[in-house]
C-alpha cells in the first residue's frame, strides 16, 4: 500500500474549463514548464449555435522542490482535443503543437515565458482534431488523426504548412495517432472500430502494414518507448493495457486489466521502465514495467484524488533525494531498484511465466561483446541516476471538476 510519504499531493488548482490534456515539456532549460489545456462545451448557446471552448495554460514549476507553481500564461484557443511538445527545438526554443476542436492544428512557442501562437492550418471541413504526435525524424512534420477516422501527415516548416498526405484509417472515429520513436517511417493508429493499425508513410498508405483486432473496444491510447527498443504500449476502453513487441503484433507480451478506460499512457521518460495510465472512471496508476509478465504489471501507486474523468497525465521532474527523507540512510550504498537486464532480453521470444507466478518473465537472447559493454555502461549510469533522483513530480487533470493536481510520487 502507498504511503503518505509515497504519494504526496503538492498542487491542486481550479482550470476554470473541462480540462483534458497536460503535457510537460522535457527540452533541455526548458523542463520546468508544463501545459494544461481544456476542452469546454457551451451550455448557454443553443445545440445548433453550441461552441466548443478552450485554453491552454502554461505552469512553471520550482524544478528543485516542486513545491512553487505559478500559472505564467493563458492561450485561448477553440477547444483542445491533445498537444505535444517538439521533440526539438523550432527556431531556437520549444514548440506545442495543438489538436483543435475547430479542424485544425496550431502551433504555439514560448517567448518571454509566454505561449505565443505562432501557426494555425486545417486538416479538413466538419471534422474535429483529435490527436496528434511529432515525427522524431522530421522536426517539422505533425501526423493527426481526427473524429471520421482519418490519419493527415502535416508539414509545419514555411508559408506553405498544412496537409500533405490524408487518408482513411478507420471505420469510426481516429482517436489517436503515435509515431514509432525507433523507426520514424512507422505510426501507430487506434479507432472507436477497436482496431490498432500501423502505417509506413514512406509508402502510399492505402493499406496498413499490420492491424490487430486484440483489444474488445475502442482503441484511444498509443506510445512508443524511446528508451526500450521495440515496445509499444496500448490502451482501451477495455480497461486493458497492453504491451507489445511492434516485430511480432499478433500477440501483446503482456496484457493487464486496471479498469475505468485508458485513455492516456505515457513512459517514464528516463528509463522507460514505468508506464503512466490514465483511466478514465478509474484514476491514475503508475506500472511496474521492469519485467514484463504476460498476466500483467503490477501497480506500484494509485493516485485518486481527482472526483471526474481521469484524461490528461504526464511525468515531471525528477527531484533528488533528499538528506531530510527517512529513508535516505538505508538507500545509500544499496542497490537500485530492479531493471531490464539486456543481456537476459531480446523481446523478439516469449518465454512462460513460472510456476505461480508471472511477475518476472523475461525473455531470452544473445548478443555481442560490445552490446555487453554499452549495457554494462548503462546500467552504471543508470544505478547513478536511481541513487542521485529518488522522486517524480507528475501533473494530472481530470474532466468535469476542471482540475488540475501536481504530485510527487517517491519510488
Not at 490534456?21 to 523542463?31: I, L, M
Not at 514509432?180 to 493499406?207: E, F, M
Not at 552504471?380 to 504530485?407: E, G, M, P, Q
Amino acid at each position: 500500500m502507498m504511503t503518505s510519504k509515497q504519494l504526496q499531493t503538492l498542487h491542486s488548482v481550479d482550470t476554470g474549463q473541462t480540462a483534458d490534456c497536460v503535457e510537460w515539456c522535457h527540452a533541455e532549460s526548458y523542463s520546468h514548464m508544463f501545459v494544461c489545456a481544456t476542452y469546454q462545451l457551451q451550455q448557454e448557446t443553443s445545440a445548433e449555435t453550441r461552441k466548443r471552448i478552450g485554453k491552454i495554460t502554461l505552469y512553471h514549476i520550482d524544478s528543485a522542490c516542486g513545491k512553487s507553481l505559478e500559472a505564467q500564461h493563458v492561450l485561448a484557443c477553440s477547444g483542445v482535443l491533445d498537444s505535444k511538445w517538439s521533440p526539438a527545438p523550432l527556431d531556437g526554443s520549444p514548440a506545442l503543437a495543438c489538436a483543435l476542436s475547430s479542424a485544425e492544428v496550431m502551433l504555439a512557442s514560448v517567448r518571454d515565458g509566454r505561449l505565443v501562437e505562432t501557426q494555425r492550418f486545417p486538416i479538413g471541413d466538419d471534422v474535429i482534431a483529435l490527436s496528434l504526435d511529432w515525427a522524431p525524424d522530421t522536426p517539422s512534420r505533425v501526423i493527426v488523426s481526427d473524429s471520421r477516422g482519418r490519419l493527415s501527415v502535416c508539414d509545419t516548416a514555411g508559408a506553405g504548412c498544412g496537409v500533405t498526405q490524408q487518408w482513411q484509417a478507420h471505420d469510426f472515429e481516429a482517436w489517436i495517432v503515435a509515431c514509432d520513436r525507433w523507426q520514424p517511417a512507422l505510426i501507430y493508429s487506434g479507432g472507436d472500430d477497436c482496431k490498432l493499425k500501423g502505417w509506413d508513410v514512406r509508402v502510399t498508405p492505402a493499406a496498413p502494414a499490420f492491424v490487430s483486432k486484440h483489444h474488445t473496444m475502442g482503441v484511444c491510447s498509443i506510445q512508443s518507448n524511446k528508451q526500450r527498443e521495440h515496445l509499444l504500449a496500448t490502451g482501451s476502453y477495455d480497461e486493458n493495457i497492453l504491451i507489445w513487441d511492434r516485430r511480432n503484433i499478433k500477440v501483446a507480451l503482456s496484457e493487464t486489466h486496471i479498469g475505468g478506460g485508458i485513455w492516456q499512457l505515457k513512459w517514464e521518460p528516463l528509463f522507460g521502465e514505468h508506464l503512466l495510465a490514465a483511466c478514465m472512471h478509474n484514476g491514475f496508476h503508475i506500472l511496474d514495467c521492469t519485467r514484463l509478465a504476460e498476466c500483467g504489471q503490477p501497480v506500484l501507486a494509485s493516485y485518486l484524488q481527482h472526483e471526474s474523468l481521469a484524461y490528461g497525465a504526464d511525468w515531471g521532474i525528477a527531484l533528488p533525494a533528499s538528506r531530510d527523507d527517512d529513508d535516505d540512510q538505508s538507500r545509500a550504498g544499496t542497490s537500485p531498484p530492479a531493471e531490464v537486464d539486456s543481456s537476459e532480453e531480446d523481446r523478439s521470444g516469449r518465454s512462460e511465466c513460472p510456476a505461480g507466478s508471472c511477475s518476472n518473465r523475461t525473455h531470452s537472447g544473445t548478443r555481442t561483446a560490445s552490446a555487453a559493454a554499452a549495457a554494462a555502461a548503462s546500467a552504471t549510469a543508470r544505478c547513478a541516476l536511481v541513487n542521485d533522483f529518488s522522486k517524480y513530480v507528475i501533473a494530472s487533470c481530470s474532466f468535469y471538476d476542471h482540475s488540475l493536481h501536481v504530485w510527487q510520487w517517491q519510488w
